[in-house]
């Protein structure tokens, strides 16, 4: 049996991390989790768990148009180099989970409202801060998080059923970067399983929020790194050395 916290020990690396990890089979584990650090696009995992909230109540939501503003648009995804302004709240949870683009994570900010989200936050996560815009100057501070809060927004994700969630979900299952945790699957060594996840980058950050399911078990983990920029390198492959472990931990569950 694959033993987690034996092999997390053994894997050599160079950067600092963060990690919490849960499974259906009642494992759960958490090392470093109590810092709290920059979120990069993670903190879009607490935007969509938000917009859940609001579907729950409005079941016309996903179908609502939005048009952007100036402030909303951003470098980072495809619609600040496209011309349509028009977009629906699905579009918009969309772009932002596959390709994480900041204009469309930024108009449901403004739909939404930040101050509301950052009280739903208060509420029901608190030890995840909402407190700039995306490819904004942090005047209010910056994005924070632990793994382990981060890992209860993962979760959230696979709680319902409905249109919304699916939303989500499919998006997520289709994220344009799985160079870290999900590497493994996506390149095929472990091809029967199916994977989801978010990832995060800041100029010192790496991280990763990615469920793996085989059968009818699932394992959920965030990793958050951090390290100079030389060390760079070395996070991704701790990354994708993680994903490896959750991988044989999961097949061993569901054994073929």
């Known amino acids: 049996m694959v033993n987690f916290e034996q092999e997390l020990a053994s894997l050599k690396h160079a950067v600092d991390f963060q990690l919490y990890l849960h499974s259906s089979w009642g494992l759960e584990y958490e090392v470093n989790t109590d810092q709290m650090w920059a979120t990069a696009s993670l903190i879009k995992l607490a935007i ?57 994570t930024n108009a449901l900010l403004t739909t939404w409202g930040m101050d509301k989200i950052n009280a739903w936050l208060k509420k029901n996560y608190p030890n995840v801060l909402l407190q700039r815009r995306l490819m904004m100057p942090p005047t209010n501070g910056e994005n924070l998080a632990n793994a382990k809060s981060l890992g209860k927004l993962l979760h959230a994700a696979f709680k319902y059923d409905d249109e919304y969630a699916q939303t989500v979900q499919i998006s997520m299952q289709n ?37 793996l399911e085989l059968g009818d078990s699932w394992i959920e983990c965030v990793a958050m790194t951090k390290f100079t920029p030389n060390e760079k390198s070395h996070a991704v492959q701790f990354l994708q050395n993680v994903g490896r472990v959750l991988c044989q931990m999961l097949t061993e569950q569901n054994p073929i």
């Open 48 to 104: 969509a768990a938000y917009g859940q909230q609001l579907f729950l109540k409005q079941p016309n939501l996903l179908e609502e148009k939005v048009t952007l503003q100036p402030e909303d648009i951003v470098p980072g995804g495809t619609l600040n180099l496209v011309s349509p302004r028009v977009y629906t709240i699905k579009d918009l949870l969309q772009l932002m989970l596959i390709q994480s683009d900041n204009t469309a």
């Open 175 to 211: 994220q344009m970067f799985y160079d870290r945790l999900v590497w493994p699957v996506a390149m095929g060594e472990y091809s029967q399983i199916k994977s989801y996840n978010k990832t995060g980058d800041l100029i010192n950050y790496q991280h990763d929020a990615a469920r």
